[in-house]
């Protein structure tokens, strides 16, 4: 089995680890509050990820699931409690992923960053909204596009 992750550095390996928390934490906080129901999703995400994610992804997510929700609830300890403080700090800690997904099988890095964009949208969508509808705030969809990484996509 090919392990995707061998091109990289320790230290990278276990950012990448951490990219599906602190995207998770971005969005939920965006409002300036990270509510039960968005924690409780980020929670049913890394349960069901590791069975339902993209194909070259499940060994990836099947190795974080243990620790998601102790790594989720350590990085929202370690955070200042404001968006306007901690939104900038998670945006330029996931602008380093554009560095580590060109040093990996572009497939992967492809299913990597659209599972952060999913992971993005479902939390977003995890508040409710009045009756089911506007469901994502304007915070959160300024951010849910995830645009500090660039898409590998268009790597060359």
Do not use: C, H, W
């Not at 906080?29 to 990820?49: C, Q, T, V, W």
């Not at 790594?71 to 554009?98: D, F, G, Q």
Request: glycine fraction near 4%.
């Amino acid at each position: 089995m090919i392990n995707y992750l061998d091109p990289l550095s320790e230290e990278e390996k276990l950012f990448l680890q951490k990219a599906p928390v602190l995207v998770a934490i971005l969005i939920a906080g965006a409002d300036n509050k990270i509510d039960k129901s968005e924690i409780k999703e980020a929670l049913r995400i890394s349960r069901y990820k590791p069975i339902k994610a993209r194909i070259l992804l499940k060994d990836f997510y099947s190795s974080i699931g243990d620790e998601f929700e102790y790594n989720l609830i350590e990085e929202i300890a370690s955070l200042p409690r404001e968006a306007r403080k901690r939104t900038p700090l998670i945006v330029e800690e996931l602008k380093k992923l554009n560095k580590i997904l060109p040093k990996l099988d572009r497939k992967f890095a492809v299913q990597f960053y659209e599972s952060m964009k999913d992971i993005a949208k479902k939390i977003a969508k995890a508040s409710g909204g009045v009756l089911g509808y506007i469901s994502v705030d304007y915070a959160e969809s300024k951010l849910m596009e995830l645009k500090m990484i660039k898409n590998p996509a268009s790597y060359k």
